[in-house]
Every structure is written in C-alpha cells, then in structure tokens.
C-alpha cells in the first residue's frame, strides 16, 4: 500500500464510521493559487493600453518599403501611405527629404534661403525651366523683342518706350498671377518655424508675396529681389500699395503717376515755390543691374 499524506490519512480518519466502515470523501480543491499556477500568471504577459509611437523616418526605411506594395492588412509606415507627400516623390528626392528632416526637427537656429522653387506647385512658373518665366516673356505679344527672357528683368528695359511697356504689363500679369496663388505646405513650414522660435532669417528671392501671407513675421524675412505688394517712385524712392487700379495701368503698358509727388507739387504750386518734377511708380521689385532700393 503507497504511503499516505498527512491530509489524505486526516480525510481517511474524519471519514471512519461506527461501524469501521470508510466513506469516499472528495478532495478538497485548493482556494489559494499553488505555486505553478503563480509562475503561470506571472509569465503570462498582459495586453499593454499605451499606445507606442511610430518610429521616425529614415531614408533606409523608405528604400525598403517602397520596393514592395504593402498589403491592406499592412499599411505600412506613415510616410509611404499615398496621402503623404512623400509618396508622390521620387525615391531619391525622398530619401534626400527623410535625411535632413531630423536635422531641422532638432535644430534651434536656422537660416533659409528660399527661391522661385517654392512656389512652382502654387501655380507661379519659375524662371529658367523649359517653360519659366524666362521662356514666357519671350513669347509676350508686342512688338518688342529681347534676345533672352533674361533681359525682360533687367534695369536695360528701360531704354525704349516699347520695352518698358511690355515691362510693365508682364508686371501686371504676375501680380494677377501671385494673388490668384495660395501659400504652399513649404510656406507655412516657414511660417510655422517663425512661430516656434527657430527661424533666424528667411532670405527670399521671391516676389511673389507668398511667405507674409503665410504669417512670416516681417521681421524674420529678407525680400532680397523686392515685392510685387509695393510699386515705388522713380523720382521720390517713396513706395505704396500695388493697388488694383496701378495694376490695371500697368497691365495696359502704363506707368502711372506718383500719388506722393502730385500732393507735393500741388502744395508747392499753392505756396508760390518753383515746381518739381513728378515722378512715375513701377513695381518694387529688384532687377538686374539694379541696387536694393533698401540699400540706397
């Protein structure tokens, strides 16, 4: 007979009857956890509610997801879903973007020097692409004729009256062309960089007015070739609005009158002094050959 357990010999004598007869007793189930049942419930791991970040981009992780579609159970990572910019790019352009982007994530001081580039998706043409700005003021009806689009921007278009015309309605025509624009994703990048503190300076090349209308504070940026926003004088360097009626002038090949010189010449014909010449405005942008007029 096997050797009993000092609680199956307890349950064997609890059991004994008067007439020395043993009753089955069912054995006792255990409240308390044993030890397996422990080192169970600790090993088994537990559904975590904290949701976990998805992980940076890096230009390796977007070379190995693009090279293969995910599936619908598997979106894949966030920059590779078509609704992210960065889907509609080419591979390499892409990988150039996801190297610098955390570099200017953490960078606290930085300095951008911005071209006509930015504005291409807005609608505004560049300047020296196949079809630029360059190739398109060649093209302009008129009469007059510049061996380079190139010359359309320099301080030399003036020398005739039927260059400065032509001038002054391709003026017109980009102004119609920025405002019909809106701020592009890299506009507001800028402007969001201003807001958070870490934008030193924006240097742009552009005319197109773009970065203000964004929320660029004036103060952080630097329109290197002037705005389209501002028509100044040729005779009393002061600058106004570009309204819609000097736009309407200009686009007819027009050169209106300096508002500004006009109240100073009635004011000294009214006070008996020798009369001044009145000048005309033109667009306050900068062009070849030509000296910021914020540096004079």
């Given amino acids: 007979m096997a050797p009993q357990t000092r609680r199956q010999a307890a349950a064997a004598c609890a059991a004994t009857t008067a007439g020395g007869q043993l009753h089955e007793v069912p054995t006792p189930t255990p409240s308390k956890a044993t030890n397996a049942t422990k080192m169970t419930a600790a090993t088994t791991p537990t559904k975590s509610t904290t949701k976990t ?15 293969s579609t995910p599936s619908k ?16 790019l080419p591979q ?10 955390p570099i200017l994530h953490r960078a606290k001081r930085i300095v951008v020097v911005a071209g006509a580039g930015i504005s291409v998706s807005a609608g505004i043409p560049d300047f020296r692409s196949p079809d630029g700005m360059y190739a398109l003021a060649k093209l302009r009806p008129g009469g007059a004729r510049l061996p380079r689009g190139q010359d359309w921007f320099d301080a030399a ?5 039927a260059t400065t015309r032509l001038f002054y309605s391709l003026m017109g025509s980009m102004r119609s062309a920025a405002l019909a624009a809106s701020p592009t994703p890299t506009h507001e990048w800028l402007a969001a960089l201003d807001t958070r503190g870490s934008l030193l300076r924006c240097y742009s090349q552009n005319i197109d007015d773009l970065e203000p209308r964004a929320g660029l504070a004036a103060e952080s940026l630097v329109q290197v070739h002037g705005t389209l926003s501002r028509v100044r004088c040729v005779v009393c360097h002061r600058t106004a609005e570009h309204s819609d009626e000097v736009a309407n002038e200009f686009q007819q090949g027009n050169a209106p009158a300096c508002t500004a ?5 009635e004011a000294r014909e009214k006070a008996g002094k020798r009369a001044r010449a009145v000048g005309v405005v033109r667009p306050d942008v900068v062009l070849y050959n030509e000296t910021h007029s914020g540096w004079r």
Wanted: overall charge negative.
């Fill in 53 to 67: 970040p998805e992980p940076a981009p890096t230009a390796e992780d977007h070379s190995a997801t693009t090279s």
């Fill in 73 to 88: 159970t598997t979106p894949g990572p966030w920059w590779t879903r078509p609704a992210h910019p960065l889907a509609a």
């Fill in 92 to 101: 390499d352009v892409a990988d150039r973007v996801l190297a610098v982007a």
């Fill in 157 to 161: 278009v003036f020398r005739t009256e």
């Fill in 261 to 265: 010189c006009e109240t100073e010449a």
